[in-house]
């Protein structure tokens, strides 16, 4: 009996429904103009000044945070946020105390005015807001007022704050 026969057949099949969907999903029938973030990035242009920018780049952010990529995350905040904390104390600060690898996933967003827009992003249960703001040619993350003060602690008084709260996840 020849036990590597099922496992060919699932393996065909998952290979022909990854392609399936890939090409049926590159054929929208949409407009040709990029969208969000990635394609004006590739192009070397600003980003779409529109809440599908401000979108795609919320969504970056939070792929790159909950990846693990806080380097990354760092360099979408905003100049006040990254005036606040280093880039190098950002990431031993998540590296300490954020719960890695859960999917922060973009859940609504409106626009305030032209250059602002509120995204809600939900991980896990819980749901949480957050403020993109279209700075240099591209949209940023704002952090938020306790985030600031968070950081601009410096990341050791950060990480032994948020062990104190019993917010960090890591509360070794």
């Given at each position: 009996?020849?036990?590597?026969t099922?496992?060919?057949?699932?393996?065909v099949?998952?290979?022909?429904?990854?392609?399936?969907?890939?090409?049926?999903?590159?054929?929208?029938?949409?407009?040709?103009?990029?969208?969000?973030n990635?394609?004006?990035?590739?192009?070397?242009?600003?980003?779409?000044?529109?809440?599908?920018?401000?979108?795609?780049a919320?969504?970056?952010?939070?792929?790159?945070?909950?990846?693990?990529?806080?380097?990354?995350?760092?360099?979408?905040?905003?100049?006040?946020?990254?005036?606040?904390?280093?880039?190098?104390?950002?990431?031993?600060?998540?590296?300490?105390?954020?719960?890695?690898?859960?999917?922060?996933?973009?859940?609504?967003?409106?626009?305030?005015?032209?250059?602002?827009?509120?995204?809600?992003?939900?991980q896990?249960?819980?749901?949480?807001?957050?403020?993109?703001?279209?700075?240099?040619?591209?949209?940023?993350?704002?952090?938020a007022?306790?985030?600031?003060?968070?950081?601009?602690?410096?990341?050791?008084?950060?990480?032994?704050?948020?062990?104190?709260?019993?917010?960090?996840?890591?509360?070794?």
């Open positions: 009996m020849d036990f590597n099922p496992y060919r057949r699932i393996t099949l998952a290979l022909a429904a990854v392609a399936t969907l890939g090409v049926t999903s590159a054929c929208s029938g949409g407009d040709d103009a990029p969208a969000g990635a394609a004006a990035a590739a192009a070397g242009g600003p980003e779409p000044k529109t809440l599908d920018g401000a979108k795609a919320a969504q970056t952010v939070f792929d790159r945070f909950s990846g693990g990529d806080f380097a990354g995350a760092w360099e979408m905040y905003t100049s006040a946020g990254k005036q606040a904390i280093s880039k190098d104390d950002y990431v031993k600060l998540n590296q300490a105390c954020s719960r890695k690898g859960l999917a922060i996933t973009l859940t609504s967003a409106r626009m305030e005015g032209v250059d602002k827009a509120i995204v809600i992003a939900k896990l249960v819980a749901a949480q807001s957050y403020t993109m703001v279209y700075e240099g040619n591209g949209w940023r993350l704002e952090p007022a306790e985030g600031l003060a968070l950081y601009k602690m410096g990341a050791a008084k950060a990480i032994a704050a948020q062990k104190k709260a019993g917010t960090c996840a890591n509360n070794q």
